[in-house]
Nanobody, 124 residues
Framework: QVQLVESGGGLVQAGGSLRLSCAASGRTFSSYVVGWFRQAPGKEREFVAAIRGNGDRTYYADSVKGRFTISRDNARNTVYLQMNSLKPEDTAVYYC?????????????????WGQGTQVTVSS
């Protein structure tokens, strides 16, 4: 069992930056692939980025590539999402999710554990 708690969301102007954190419980966190997803009002939850358990590989949605960076600190059981050059269309609730696996999944059904989400609002 893994419990996930996101933090770091807030209100930021377009062009600004935020860093989200996903803190996990559990002693084998390094064996879990972690993904970030987001859901804007009236839209489906979509994939943002994912990272393998040892951090050696990452994958990004085209919409955030070059602006967002996913990383992890397994000693702290935490995954981060550094978001730069934010745009109003990045406004959404951001969720982290985990799966005991090494594959970088982009589809929601592959992830077994989810956090409660953190709101990110980007003003124009």
């Amino acid at each position: 069992q893994v419990q996930l708690v996101e933090s770091g969301g807030g209100l930021v102007q377009a062009g600004g930056s935020l860093r989200l954190s996903c803190a996990a419980s559990g002693r084998t966190f390094s064996s879990y692939v972690v993904g970030w997803f987001r859901q804007a009002p009236g839209k489906e939850r979509e994939f943002v980025a994912a990272i393998r358990g040892n951090g050696d590989r990452t994958y990004y949605a085209d919409s955030v590539k070059g602006r967002f960076t996913i990383s992890r600190d397994n000693a702290r059981n935490t995954v981060y999402l550094q978001m730069n050059s934010l745009k109003p269309e990045d406004t959404a609730v951001y969720y982290c999710a985990a799966r005991y696996d090494s594959t970088l999944y982009t589809a929601r059904p592959h992830y077994d554990y989810w956090g409660q989400g953190t709101q990110v609002t980007v003003s124009s």
